[in-house]
């Protein structure tokens, strides 16, 4: 399984005791999640609802390109950024 690079919005900086980048492993962007809730339980719940869908108010980026499925595949250097969405009026 790939090592993946993975960036974190702020507001997931609590589940992950303050790191802003972290690594995880996985073939897909939903293995990935998986990864990162076994090492820092209760993150997945903050970006994929009881659906198994991919939270509409945080946007993730694979190698800069926007993805809203959990099937991405991912591959050894890739980056994964999770930022949170951002609305206004």
């Known amino acids: 399984m790939s090592r993946i690079e993975v960036r974190l919005a702020a507001l997931l900086h609590s ?7 972290v690594k995880a492993s996985g073939a897909t962007l939903g ?11 209760g993150i997945r719940f903050r970006l994929v ?9 945080v946007r ?10 959990l099937a991405t595949p991912l ?3 890739d980056k994964v ?5 951002l609305s206004g009026g």
Request: glycine residues 12%; without cysteine.
């Open 15 to 21: 589940y992950t005791r303050g790191a802003r980048t």
């Open 81 to 85: 950024y999770i930022v949170g969405a």
């Open 60 to 69: 993730f980026f694979v190698n800069g390109a926007d993805t809203r499925s």
């Open 75 to 77: 591959g050894a250097g």
């Open 49 to 57: 609802d009881e659906q198994e869908r991919l939270r509409r108010h």
């Open 31 to 41: 293995e990935v999640l998986d990864d990162l809730e076994r090492r820092y339980p």
